[in-house]
């Protein structure tokens, strides 16, 4: 009997997923979407599991995730693998997560179907994990596709710090005194040193967990994004999540500060 209930389940799921993709407006899809993976450990231990196998399963949903977006057009995907913070965990912890993260950045890079770019600080990272995103961007950095940002080492105050020592450095090297640089500085100066220069600013950034902050995630680049929280945990984001977030998205009105 429950295996009956359970399948049911899944129908209906399936069902009201097709229903909620039809009625979207394509048109209005966002363009680059930002994810928070939040709740690996939390899901595992709802699950009875360890916290390694909760982030194996946060992991493994990664390439559903942009399979879905590649079906809705979406170009840019940029990934929180892991935050600046995170490397302050427990070895016991860290250690078996950055093994994790590594598998993750590997397939994807072999996958064939997506870019592959880094961003985040190398400093505090192992030279295995360093080794391993280089090799990535080199192998899958200039195909077509979609354009998957791994975020690993990530810190959105670390970033704008690591844009502006970037921008006075080659300010300096041009012969700028300090005092000229600041006379002349833009917003856009700074921008062109993120770790994401050249890329659009995310349209939408969802978290997953239930959890209603940013943690830090691209402080700069989401000023004018849509937010959406999403309740369940990451392993159990389903594609009916990631419909109704495109559809609560295409629902609002931007006004970008206006």
């Known amino acids: 009997m429950n295996a009956i209930r359970t399948t049911l389940r899944r129908l209906a799921v399936k069902l ?14 966002p363009k680059h979407i930002g994810v928070i993976l939040d709740g690996n450990r939390r899901w595992a231990k709802a699950a009875g599991g360890t916290t390694k196998e909760g982030h194996e399963a946060g992991a493994a949903k990664i390439q559903e995730l942009l399979g879905w977006c590649e079906e809705t057009d979406v170009e840019v995907v940029t990934l929180w693998l892991l ?22 950045v590997r397939d994807l890079a072999q996958d ?11 400093d505090g990272l192992p030279e295995r994990t360093r080794r391993v995103l280089r090799e990535a961007e080199e192998l899958a950095g200039n195909r077509d596709g979609i354009l998957v940002n791994v975020a690993v080492g990530y810190g959105g105050r670390q970033e704008i710090t690591d844009a502006v020592r970037s921008l006075l450095a080659k300010r300096a090297a041009d012969g700028q005194t300090l005092e000229e640089v600041a006379e002349t500085l833009e917003v856009e100066d700074i921008a062109e040193h993120l770790y994401t220069r050249g890329q659009p600013d995310p349209d939408l950034v969802i978290r997953t967990s239930g959890e209603q902050r940013l943690s830090g995630f691209m402080l700069w680049q989401s000023a004018h994004s849509e937010y959406y929280f999403c309740e369940v945990y990451w392993p159990a984001f389903r594609k009916v999540d990631f419909l109704r977030a495109l559809r609560d998205y295409a629902a609002r009105h931007r006004r970008y500060g206006t």
């Open 16 to 29: 009201y997923a097709r229903r909620v993709e039809g009625r979207l407006d394509t048109d209005r899809a």
């Open 112 to 122: 064939g179907r997506w870019r592959v770019h880094h961003v985040g600080t190398l």
């Open 83 to 104: 935050s600046t913070d995170n490397l302050n965990r427990p070895q016991e912890e860290l250690v078996p997560l950055l093994s994790i993260v590594e598998g993750a």
